[in-house]
Nanobody
Framework: QVQLVESGGGLVQAGASLRLSCAAS????????MGWFRQPPGKEREFVGS??????????ADSDSVKGRFTISRDNAKSTVYLQMNSLKPEDTAVYYC??????????????????WGQGTQVTVSS
């Protein structure tokens, strides 16, 4: 049984940092690209970033909303992917989800292309 378990969310003030973790089990972690998505209150789920399964190439949302502030990394030995979030803003408030994608050639920004999802972790940034 595949499980993705996010942790590290919480309530912080604007300007703070958080590191989210996503621990995977029940799959061969190194064979999966990993993605982070978020769903702000009342909005649709949106792509935050992804990391490929091999050399660790990363991709981030095209908008300026996360670039330069968020960093994705992975530790295949621990079957864990991380999302380091710096200089948090109130607009970063959302439920953050990690996801695993087995197929190589599908678009990592599209949530339908992912095979497994975590339950999500709440991040709330106060002004």
């Amino acid at each position: 049984q595949v499980q993705l378990v996010e942790s590290g969310g919480g309530l912080v003030q604007a300007g703070a940092s958080l590191r989210l973790s996503c621990a995977a089990s029940g799959l061969t972690f190194s064979l999966y690209a990993m993605g982070w998505f978020r769903q702000p209150p009342g909005k649709e789920r949106e792509f935050v970033g992804s990391i490929d399964r091999s050399v660790g190439n990363t991709r981030y949302a095209d908008s300026d909303s996360v670039k330069g502030r968020f960093t994705i990394s992975r530790d295949n030995a621990k079957s864990t992917v991380y999302l380091q979030m710096n200089s948090l803003k109130p607009e970063d408030t959302a439920v953050y989800y990690c996801a695993a994608k087995r197929t190589i050639m599908t678009d990592a920004t599209v949530f339908q292309n992912y095979d497994f999802w975590g339950q999500g972790t709440q991040v709330t940034v106060s002004s």
